[in-house]
Nanobody, 124 residues
């Protein structure tokens, strides 16, 4: 079992920045890929970014490429999502997720564990 707890969401003006954190516990993450997803009201959950814990590779959705950065802290067993130049369309509940994978999965159905989510609201 892997437990995931997100934090760092909030209200920010368009053009601003936020940093989301995902604290993990329960297992070592060397076999996992860590992803961020988001779900806006009335829309399906969508992929945002993924990082492979052991290989360090990353991949981003086109909509956030160049603005968001996913990273990890091995010592803290945490994953982060730095979000810059935020837009109103980035408003959503953001979820951290873990998948047993040696690659960079972008399909939410490949993920085994999920956090409770943190709300990000960008005012225009």
């Amino acid at each position: 079992q892997v437990q995931l707890v997100e934090s760092g969401g909030g209200l920010v003006q368009a053009g601003g920045s936020l940093r989301l954190s995902c604290a993990t516990s329960g297992r070592t993450l060397s076999r996992y890929a860590m992803g961020w997803f988001r779900q806006a009201p009335g829309k399906e959950r969508q992929f945002v970014a993924v990082l492979n814990w052991s290989r360090g590779g990353t991949y981003y959705a086109d909509s956030v490429k160049g603005r968001f950065t996913i990273s990890r802290d091995n010592a803290k067993s945490s994953v982060y999502l730095q979000m810059n130049t935020l837009k109103a369309e980035d408003t959503a509940v953001y979820y951290c997720a873990a998948a047993i994978s040696s690659w960079l999965p972008i399909d939410q159905h490949e993920y085994d564990y999920w956090g409770q989510g943190t709300q990000v609201t960008v005012s225009s």
